[in-house]
Nanobody, 115 residues
Framework: QVQLVESGGGLVQPGGSLRLSCAAS????????MMWYRQAPGKQQREMVA????????TYSDSVKGRFTISRDNAKRTINLQMNSLRPEDTAVYYC????????WGQGTQVTVSS
């Protein structure tokens, strides 16, 4: 079965950096686009912040463009999200996502940006 396991979240001061990772299993990883979403406190909707295609094309939301970088390692079946110049508004639970017939999600990792 599909499994996505996020790691790397934590508490960081404004302007700091964090690197999130997502380990994937249960599907042909190299054949799928992979996404990072986030859900901010009090918000019902999850926001897609970054996407990396199976051919390594990258797209970002306007809110993180220039600060976040998504990458993938097909040999290790992982995706990463390098987050720099973090702001308090980046505080959220971050989720790894893959879309097949249905959406698959990890359990999420909490990122808190606060002084």
């Amino acid at each position: 079965q599909v499994q996505l396991v996020e790691s790397g979240g934590g508490l960081v001061q404004p302007g700091g950096s964090l690197r999130l990772s997502c380990a994937a299993s249960g599907f042909t990883f190299s054949s799928y686009d992979m996404m990072w979403y986030r859900q901010a406190p009090g918000k019902q909707q999850r926001e897609m912040v970054a996407r990396i295609t199976r051919t390594y094309g990258q797209t970002y939301s306007d809110s993180v463009k220039g600060r976040f970088t998504i990458s993938r390692d097909n040999a290790k079946r992982t995706i990463n999200l390098q987050m720099n110049s973090l702001r308090p508004e980046d505080t959220a639970v971050y989720y790894c996502n893959v879309r097949s017939v249905v959406d698959y999600w990890g359990q999420g990792t909490q990122v808190t940006v606060s002084s």
